[in-house]
Nanobody, 117 residues
Framework: QVQLVESGGGLVQAGGSLRLSCAASGSIFSISAMGWYRQAPGKQRELVAGITSGGSTNVVPSVKGRFTISRDNAKNTIYLQMNSLTPEDTAVYYC???????????WGQGTQVTVSS
């Protein structure tokens, strides 16, 4: 069992920055990968960035050069640094953890990011 708690969302003006945090607890050593997803009103949930247990990272093309995913193993926490935010980035951002056995997924409660123009 894995528990995920996101924080760091809020209201920011276009061009601003936010850093989201996701703290993991429970069976953290069973996690094979973690990622950030987002869901805007009326749209499907989409992957934004991912990081494997080995430390490899990827971000989707739409946020390449603006968003960075990282982790702090000592704190069992991953981060999403978001720069040059635009209103199109407005969404609920969710932290996800993938468990290799059975490819099970765990989700955080989500944190709202709102970017005003």
């Amino acid at each position: 069992q894995v528990q995920l708690v996101e924080s760091g969302g809020g209201l920011v003006q276009a061009g601003g920055s936010l850093r989201l945090s996701c703290a993991a607890s429970g069976s953290i050593f069973s996690i094979s990968a973690m990622g950030w997803y987002r869901q805007a009103p009326g749209k499907q949930r989409e992957l934004v960035a991912g990081i494997t247990s080995g430390g490899s990272t990827n971000v989707v093309p739409s946020v390449k050069g603006r968003f960075t995913i990282s982790r702090d193993n000592a704190k069992n926490t991953i981060y999403l640094q978001m720069n040059s935010l635009t209103p199109e980035d407005t969404a609920v951002y969710y932290c996800n953890a993938l468990i290799a056995t059975g490819f099970r997924n765990y989700w955080g409660q989500g944190t709202q990011v709102t970017v005003s123009s």
